[in-house]
């Protein structure tokens, strides 16, 4: 068990954040008896909680206690409204509440970047190294030794038999690896998911668990760090809160700070120690230590909409887990996946779907589709999930969730003060780009056609939402204006390259300053197309080597 931090102690590498970047730092790091290493987490150290174990616990996870639970300022073009984003708040951070898709996007994702070091062919060691892949063969796009192990879902719906069949109908491709970087990303299959034996696999349950046995690891959860302490240009230590009381961990001689926090709290927590813009900082009434314009900027996400059909048979996914009416899980479903880990329990809900190219000479695929076969009651994403967890009413359906996996749009995140307890200001700019609008409308179409097809006759009854009465492109677009939702893909706000308006260089540096780097999603230049994680984790493997100037 890693030991507490100890008061005034000098470690060689603090660790702010212990999620996924984190977990996987903890653990490289510590391989070398000669490294102390203290992770500092805000959240708690439970991440063996069983609703992160058992993936189908994701329904009660939104709005928890290990969930940040961000909302964004109200979105111009989407309804006026606020969007909720949800992060991880817990050892293993966001992968201890994600949806467990384990998608790392194309090899042009990577050379798109143009950051020396990071182009595909760059990167793929590192997903290899981190992946323990349990179906597919080892290979140049896969590994089967790492600390994160991959499977495909341990449970098939008839509803995904019926959706594969649509696809076919539909004339769409499919897909049987969408991590196969030889060939088109495109087609429809099932996405493998970071479990094993049909639990979740955390970065918390991997690379910390390992970490965790070796005595230079001490963790301080319920740590929330409030800044980075200078000496002139050099970072000396971070100043965090625990238990209500101000507290310094220092580093030692040679050693660095390395901000984990995500691509909300790590600008946030630069800009509240005075790195950033200068004349926001100003404004906040923060010190200035580094004028660095690009922290906070370049935020992305990826928008989601949701069409969901009534289906007039008892076999949704909720039906096979819950007693109708009651929010209790049937004995037969927790018994399948306690003695066997198989059965609706191991699904995060939407583990089919793909890839598709909404117009032909797009040089990759603009939208995702998730396939759920179960019945979100409201279409606004994650908090659906949470609507199901708490009701009890199910009711059967299907749902067809569609994503602008590389979106155009940009936002920004700002500090609202400098109390680094108030949540930032944070605006994604969700379909500011006419490009994200475009695959959207044309993503409703697709799901649509997909629910028509011969293989759904006499299963799906009828369209709940959008709903029959909205047809043609401005009332589609309208409705997505309305119900778009974040597909939890947040990036970009610590850009790494060489331009003005990058905040870390090639090696995760911060720019211009000493003994600090930002190792987490924020350093994504764009975000590939597909999901986060395993990209975090891979930027985290990459950045150990660099600081063990192993690289
Ligand atoms: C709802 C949801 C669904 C998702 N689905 C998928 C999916 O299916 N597949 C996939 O690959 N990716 C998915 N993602 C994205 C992916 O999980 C994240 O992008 C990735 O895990 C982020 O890694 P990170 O290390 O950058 O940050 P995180 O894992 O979020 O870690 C940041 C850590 O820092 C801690 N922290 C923050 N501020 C402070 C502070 N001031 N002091 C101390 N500690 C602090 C946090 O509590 C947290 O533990 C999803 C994300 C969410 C939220």
Not at 389 to 417: A, E, M, W, Y
Request: net charge positive; proline share 4%; glycine share 10%.
């Amino acid at each position: 068990m890693a030991a507490a931090a100890v008061s005034g102690e000098a470690y060689k590498y603090v660790v702010v954040g212990g999620g996924t970047c984190g977990c996987v730092l903890a653990d490289r790091l510590t391989e070398d008896k000669a490294n102390s290493v203290l992770v500092l987490e805000a959240g708690t150290g439970k991440h063996r909680d069983k609703n992160i174990k058992v993936p189908v616990g994701i329904l009660r996870l939104f709005r928890s206690a290990f969930d940040w639970q961000y909302e964004t300022e109200r979105e111009e073009h989407a309804g006026d409204r606020g969007i909720y984003l949800a992060r991880g708040k817990v050892l293993g951070g966001s992968s201890c509440l994600n949806a467990m898709l384990y998608t790392r996007g194309a090899s042009a994702d990577y050379n798109s970047w143009g950051v020396k070091g990071w182009s595909a062919e760059e990167v793929l060691p590192y997903f290899r190294r981190s992946e323990g892949n349990r179906n597919l063969p080892a290979g140049d796009y896969h590994g089967k030794d790492g600390a994160y192990s991959v499977e495909f879902v341990r449970y098939k719906n008839p509803l995904h038999k019926l959706f594969h069949e649509a696809c076919l109908q539909a004339g769409l491709p499919t897909n049987d690896d969408f991590n196969n970087w030889s060939r088109s990303q495109e087609g429809l299959g099932a996405f493998q998911c970071a479990q094993k034996f049909g639990r979740r696999v955390t970065a918390a349950s991997s690379y910390l668990k390992r970490a965790m046995k070796r005595k230079n690891l001490a963790i301080e959860t319920q740590a929330h760090a409030t800044r980075v302490l200078f000496d002139g240009d050099k970072a000396i230590g971070v100043e965090y809160v625990k238990d209500g009381e101000k507290q310094v961990a220092k580093i030692q001689q040679g050693g660095e700070v390395l901000m984990c926090g995500g691509a909300i709290n790590s600008p946030q927590l630069l800009l509240l120690s005075g790195v950033g813009p200068a004349d926001h900082l100003q404004a906040k009434g923060v010190p200035v230590v580094k004028d660095l314009q690009g922290v906070g900027a370049n935020l992305q996400d990826q928008p989601a909409v949701t069409v969901m059909s009534d289906v007039g048979k008892p076999i949704s996914i909720t039906d096979d887990i819950f007693k109708k009416g009651s929010t209790k899980v049937r004995p037969s479903a927790a018994l399948k996946w306690l003695l066997f880990g198989r059965g609706p329990l191991t699904s995060p809900g939407c583990d089919h779907g793909g890839f598709l190219k909404t117009k032909a000479d797009l040089p990759e695929a603009d939208l995702q589709i998730r396939f759920v076969p179960g019945r979100a009651e409201t279409p606004d994403g994650v908090q659906a999930y949470r609507n199901i967890g708490d009701s009890g009413q199910f009711n059967s359906g299907v749902t067809v969730q569609v994503i602008g996996c590389r979106p155009k749009s940009r936002g920004h995140l700002k500090l609202k003060s400098s109390d680094p307890f108030e949540k930032p200001e944070i605006v994604v700019n969700y379909l500011d780009e006419q490009e994200d609008v475009r695959t959207l409308v044309r993503g409703v179409e697709i799901a649509r056609t997909i629910l028509a097809q011969d293989s759904f006759k006499g299963t799906v009854t009828k369209e709940v939402f959008p709903g029959p009465s909205t047809s043609g492109e401005q009332s589609v677009q309208q409705y997505i204006s309305s119900s778009v939702h974040s597909a939890n893909a947040i990036a970009g706000t610590c850009k790494m390259g060489e331009g003005d308006d990058a905040v870390v260089d090639n090696n995760l540096r911060v720019k211009g300053l000493k003994s600090l780097r930002v190792v987490d999603t924020s350093v994504m230049p764009s975000v590939p197309g597909g999901q986060l994680a395993s990209v975090a984790v891979m930027i985290a493997e990459k950045a150990a080597d660099m600081i063990l100037q192993k690289a």
